[in-house]
């Protein structure tokens, strides 16, 4: 299966800032996709990343607060923008191999942000 | 729409126990079905998955899960777990071609000695 890379691994940002995480892949991939995990809380889907086109964003996110881009097939980011303390979450980069739902993830290991 | 619940928040268990963590879902079509594992700080790593045919699937770390298509249930068990097992499980479950999954809200495995 896929390696991924995820950085940062955790970092601590002032509110009103931006920070872009990085999500690099071992292999060509289809689907990327980013999610958010609130403390204690299960994974939220954010936006689906493919190549070559806009991303797209499940309800309650919208671009201009999380935008995303995807260069190539092994690469991604995602800006969290104008942050505030809500916005503390692990953010999780993940892929499947296939266009197909069938493969499973594959999860980078995360960026644990905290807002102050 | 899909969804998926995970009935146990917590589950206790001494090592050596066996154990079962219970995930039901609902869908009106076919889905497939996954179990992730989530270590202290790290990121997600797949279980096991079922996508179609035998209803008992095996996966790694001595993990299995049943397929219940009548009780829309895919629980997840493991005879004899070890203190490495402590984690957080979740299940998630896809439309077939759809990409993305939807996930329960985690259960909390702790293995006491």
């Known amino acids: 299966s896929a390696v991924i890379s995820q950085k940062p691994s955790r970092d601590i940002c002032q509110r009103g800032t931006s920070l872009t995480i990085q999500c690099q892949v071992d292999?060509?991939?289809?689907?990327m996709f980013w999610y958010r995990q609130q403390p204690g809380q299960s994974l939220t889907l954010i936006a689906t990343?493919?190549?070559?086109?806009?991303?797209?964003?499940e309800s309650g996110f919208v671009i201009d607060k999380f935008p995303i881009s995807r260069p190539n097939l092994t690469f991604s980011t995602l800006t969290v923008s104008n942050m505030s303390p809500e916005d503390s979450s692990i953010y999780l980069c993940?892929?499947?191999?296939?266009?197909?739902?069938?493969?499973?993830?594959?999860f980078g290991s995360g960026t644990r942000l905290t807002v102050v | 729409a899909q969804s998926v619940t995970q009935l146990d928040s917590q589950v206790p268990v001494f090592e050596e126990a066996p154990v079962e963590l219970r995930c039901n879902y609902s869908s009106s079509v076919s889905v497939y079905l996954f179990w992730y594992v989530q270590y202290p700080n790290q990121g997600l790593q797949l279980l096991l998955k079922y996508l179609s045919g035998s209803t008992l699937v095996k996966g790694i770390n001595g993990f299995e899960a049943e397929f219940n298509k009548s009780q829309t249930s895919f629980h997840l068990r493991k005879p004899s777990v070890h203190i490495s097992d402590t984690a957080e499980y979740f299940c998630?479950?896809?439309?077939?071609?759809?990409?993305?999954?939807?996930f329960g809200d985690g259960t909390t495995l702790t293995v006491k000695p």
């Open positions: 292999s060509q991939v289809t689907m």
């Open positions: 993940s892929v499947t191999p296939g266009a197909g739902s069938g493969y499973g993830y594959t």
């Open positions: 990343a493919n190549q070559g086109s806009e991303a797209t964003y």
């Open positions: 998630a479950v896809s439309w077939a071609n759809a990409g993305k999954s939807t």
